[in-house]
Each structure stands twice: as C-alpha cells, then as structure tokens.
C-alpha cells in the first residue's frame, strides 16, 4: 500500500556531480561587439556552424569565480559546443568529432529569436589548440581561461517546473515540438476531480531526456486555462479572498543518478523503479502509476488511467 499523499517541500539542490552526455566547449578571445540578429533561415549564417541551442549537458566551471557565467549552447549540425559570454575571453568553438578548439568573433555571432545562435558564413575562426578529456569532464586551458566544461549537478527533489526548465533547456524545446493527442488533452482539462500528477525523473536520465518535454507539453496543453499553482503561503490574494485550487497539477522530484536514485526516500516510499515514473492521485487517493514505457504518450496514458 502507498503511504498517504505528504505535503511537497522544495528544496535547493545539493552541490552534486553527476555524469552526462560526453562532448566539449571552449572559449575565444576577440574584441566583444555586439552580434547581429538572424531569423531560424537567415542565408547569411554558415551552413554547417548553425542552430546553436543553449543546452543542460555542460556548464563552464572556471579557476576564476568571475567566469562561472559563461553560457554554453551545442549544435548537432556542427557536432560542436559553443561557449559564450565568459569574462575572461569572448566566445570560442569546442569541436568534439576533430578535438580541438576555435575562437569566434562576436561579431560573426547571428542571434536567433528563438534564443539560439548562428556563426555567420564568412566566419574566420582562430585555433586556439585542442582540449583534453578527463573522465566526463573537458579541461580547456588557453590564454586567459583554464576551466573545464562539467555536467552540471542533478536537479534533486521537488523543484518548480521553471527551474527545471532553466536547467534543462531540452526538455522546453522538445515540448514546443511535441503534438499531444487533442482527445486525451481534452478528456484531462475536463476532468472535475482534485487529481495530482507527481513526476519522479533524474535529470541525468537518457530515458528522461527523451519523454520530458512530452510530460511538460502534456501539463502546459491540459492546465493552460485552469488556476495556476500557488504556495502553500499564498492560497489568499492580496484582499484576503481564497485563491481558487487547480483541480489538475503536475509536481516534479528530481532523483539522484543510479544506484543512487532507488536509495532515495521518495523512491521508496513510491515504489520507484524505473524512470520516468508518474503517479497519480485522485482526491487524494492513489490509483496507478504510468512506468517509462507507457510515458511516449503521457497524455493519453494518463487519461486512460483515470477512466478506471
């Protein structure tokens, strides 16, 4: 039997590593201008140095305190990270697939509405010497700059959505483009019950990595025009009046990796053995759980659930 539904504490994420997908990022050197702006097609931006995303994979961790800032941004088209906005140098390449390191000039930097970047076409890059690998880790050491591009520490416990997001820009991107079913939306939006979704998934998960931008779209889709979730702190307005309770809520707790992850308490007093895991709550009464495998389709695993 499950234990009863307990409040949802968030907490701030210990200061934990953990192993991520293997690849690279450096740093540039060059007079900081201001980049241009581009559109998602501008035939300006080079044909393979393109459609840079910011990414969750690696964050820049430097010697210098001051250059922990950096943002970092990847291309599978370039099979390449690119790191901008490090104070000690301007941007720079880090090639994974040839190893090796480029400066790029800021103003060569095309920047895309959709928060991403291209590299102009007639782009002159600078070699700034290769990278070494140690363990998951990418030690980056030119003039001015000797840091490494580390996974950044897992999301762990119950967080905000937003904050999620901020860590795993993937999963907001894979939301914008996934096409839930329009019935199954529908059928959850209309349901009338308290009904509480909790999401157990580790932010170093590859399985995650593929089905959380389908949860998060399968939330935004089937919440977007009910109550927003409020803290246990604000459940009256300003004037004193109850706020009104959304009936459909989405809460999410990040586990640490594996093994690790079954140790956790949450893990085990749900009963968590793969991930992602949903499980679901009616009037706070539990009525299943919806495993990895039944998660390709969020949506409509979860209202087939609830019509039992």
């Not at 690279?24 to 702006?37: E, I, Y």
């Not at 010697?63 to 943002?71: G, I, L, Y």
């Not at 720079?92 to 040839?98: E, M, S």
Request: aromatic fraction near 6%; include cysteine; hydrophobic fraction near 40%.
């Amino acid at each position: 039997m499950f234990a009863p539904l307990r409040p949802v504490r968030l907490r701030r994420d210990p200061a934990t590593r953990v192993p991520a997908l293997l690849a690279g990022a450096l740093l540039a050197m060059l007079a900081c201008v201001s980049p241009s702006r581009a559109g998602a097609d501008d035939p300006s931006a080079h044909p393979v140095l393109r459609d840079f995303q910011p990414t969750g994979k690696y964050v820049l961790v430097a010697e210098d305190p001051k250059d922990t800032k950096a943002r970092v941004f990847f291309s599978a088209r370039a099979a390449a990270y690119l790191v901008r906005d490090c104070s000690a140098c301007c941007s720079f390449l880090v090639r994974t697939g040839a190893g090796v390191l480029e400066s790029v000039p800021e103003e060569a930097l095309l920047c895309r509405d959709d928060g991403g970047c291209d590299i102009r076409s007639d782009v002159q890059l600078t070699s700034l010497g290769r990278f070494s690998i140690d363990g998951m880790d990418i030690r980056i050491k030119i003039r001015g700059l000797c840091a490494r591009l580390q996974p950044p520490p897992p999301v762990l416990g119950w967080q905000r959505l937003a904050h999620i997001l901020d860590h795993t820009p993937e999963y907001g991107r894979d939301a914008k483009t996934y096409k839930p079913d329009a019935e199954a939306v529908k059928a959850l939006a209309s349901r009338t019950e308290r009904i509480q979704v909790f999401v157990y998934f580790g932010s170093w998960c590859t399985v995650c990595s593929t089905l959380m931008g389908r949860i998060v779209r399968t939330e935004q889709e089937s919440t977007k025009d009910k109550p927003p979730q409020v803290d246990a702190k604000d459940t009256k307005d300003e004037k004193g009046v109850d706020r009104p309770k959304p009936n459909l809520t989405f809460d999410y707790y990040g586990l640490p990796p594996a093994p690790e992850a079954w140790d956790d308490p949450e893990a085990k007093l749900r009963d968590i053995t793969k991930l992602p895991m949903l499980v679901v709550y009616v009037d706070q009464k539990y009525v299943g759980k919806i495993a990895a495998v039944d998660a390709g389709r969020p949506e409509v695993a979860l209202a087939n659930l609830l019509k039992k």
